[in-house]
């Protein structure tokens, strides 16, 4: 299995397989609009610019799961994600990032890279998962990981 084997439905409706992505390094986030995270869009979109042109992506996926911080339908997501960050990195329909009716892709990266002591759970918003360009779940990082701080892990990937 690899991130590639899961479908997701982009904030336009259309169901898409993550192959699309295939050959590329991807980070992919659980994201919320109204989270004191929220200001990562910034640096997410500007990790995505610049690497983009490398084989890089960050995909989006909003949940609601956390304090009721992405209370928004599709359309309000992807106007916030415009217009207050300028996000152009593919964004998808809000999901469950945890629990037994977490979106299977979630439930798999879960699993392949546990939190920490082991926890399997996602805990919050802006969760992190680093994906190689064979689909393989490398690493975790916490809400608190700025994507910044991922630099370097994207680009060593990237040579």
Avoid at 84 to 99: A, D, L, Q, R, S
Avoid at 126 to 131: A, G, N, P
Avoid at 144 to 149: A, L, S, Y
Wanted: proline letters at 5%; a negative charge.
């Amino acid at each position: 299995m690899s991130v590639y084997d899961y479908e997701a439905n982009t904030l336009r409706g259309e169901k898409e397989s993550l192959s699309k992505h295939k050959g590329k390094v991807l980070l992919v986030v659980n994201t919320a609009s109204k989270c004191g995270f929220t200001p990562q869009y910034k640096g997410l979109q500007e990790v995505y610019d610049k690497f983009k042109d490398r084989g890089f992506e960050v995909l989006g996926f909003p949940s609601n799961q956390f304090a009721g911080q992405e209370p928004g339908d599709s359309e309000d997501i992807a106007e916030f994600c415009e217009i207050n960050y300028g996000v152009t990195f593919p964004m998808y329909e809000k999901i469950n990032v945890k629990g037994s009716d977490a979106h299977p892709l979630f439930q798999y990266l879960s699993n392949e890279a546990p939190g920490v002591l082991g926890s399997k759970s996602v805990k919050w918003n802006f969760t992190k998962f680093l994906v190689d360009k064979e689909g393989r779940v490398l690493k975790r990082f916490s809400p608190q990981t700025t994507p910044e701080q991922i630099e370097k892990d994207i680009a060593k990937l990237l040579d």
